[in-house]
């Protein structure tokens, strides 16, 4: 049945979704742009960001469940990190984590039509993969910016991931956390993977779950013992991997 479901959908896909998706990734990015330059990026973000990932989840359609929502304190800055299993994971957070926040993004999407100009303009992070100098620079020059409840976000894995397994986590985040004395917010994400499977283009309709949980204090760690601060977030984010999505 889900071959013939699946069959049933590729019209819908490739003469209704896609389309859909680089039209409102356009528009709504030039949008957050305009707003971001003249009225405010915390409104230019929930309008080009935000609403934009709620459309397309509405469209697609993908059914999100949030919970731990009682963790977050939206007048407190965190580092967010985040499993990445799909590209739908951006609308997740984007659409359902519910506070402002700044993403760290490659630097390839600045090419993006509409996208590229709306993130650059919001405040969010572009990093230069193959240059670690500029890199180290753009996270520095983003420092200022996660201050009275905003917050950035890093997928610490580094790419999307095959498979419900964790990749091995890179240190950018939680050095980022450690030298803004801000606390970690682990969000784990299931169900996307299944949604669009990573490195294709796969789509199918489907129900994603977004789980926030409770924040990890960084007051008891330093370079020294970093690797231990990453082991802690790491094990709380693989818990909430499993199980149904609904």
């Known amino acids: ?7 049933l959908y590729q019209p819908y896909k490739w003469l ?10 356009l528009v709504f990015g030039i949008t957050a742009a305009i707003l971001a330059i003249f009225v405010s990026p915390k409104l230019a973000s929930f309008i080009g960001g935000a609403l934009w990932a709620k459309l397309n989840c509405y469209v697609t359609p993908m059914f999100v469940k949030v919970t731990g929502r009682e963790n977050v304190d939206k007048k ?7 499993n990445h299993q799909s590209q739908f994971d951006i609308f997740v957070l984007y659409g359902y984590i519910g506070i402002d926040f700044k ?20 405040g969010h992070v572009f990093i230069d993969r193959s240059d670690s100098e500029k890199a180290i620079a753009s996270l520095k020059s983003a420092k200022e910016r996660i201050v009275n409840g905003t917050s950035i976000i890093f997928f610490p894995e580094g790419t999307r991931r095959v498979g419900n397994t964790l990749g091995k986590f890179k240190k950018g985040a939680f050095k980022m956390a450690l030298d803004l004395n801000l606390p970690i917010l682990p969000v784990t994400i299931s169900g996307t993977e299944k949604i669009l499977p990573a490195k294709t283009m796969d789509l199918f309709p489907g129900c994603a779950k977004l789980i926030i949980g409770k924040p990890v204090s960084t007051e008891n760690y330093n370079d020294s013992n970093i690797d231990e601060l990453m082991h802690k977030v790491k094990e709380v984010m693989e818990s909430k991997l499993y199980g149904d999505t609904f």
């Open 103 to 122: 993403w760290v993004m490659k630097y390839e999407l600045r090419k993006i039509p509409g996208l590229g100009i709306g993130c650059e303009k919001i």
């Open 16 to 25: 209704i979704y896609i389309p859909f998706l680089a039209a409102s990734t």
């Open 76 to 82: 407190q800055s965190y580092v967010i990190v985040s």
């Open 1 to 7: 049945m889900r071959k013939i479901l699946h069959l």
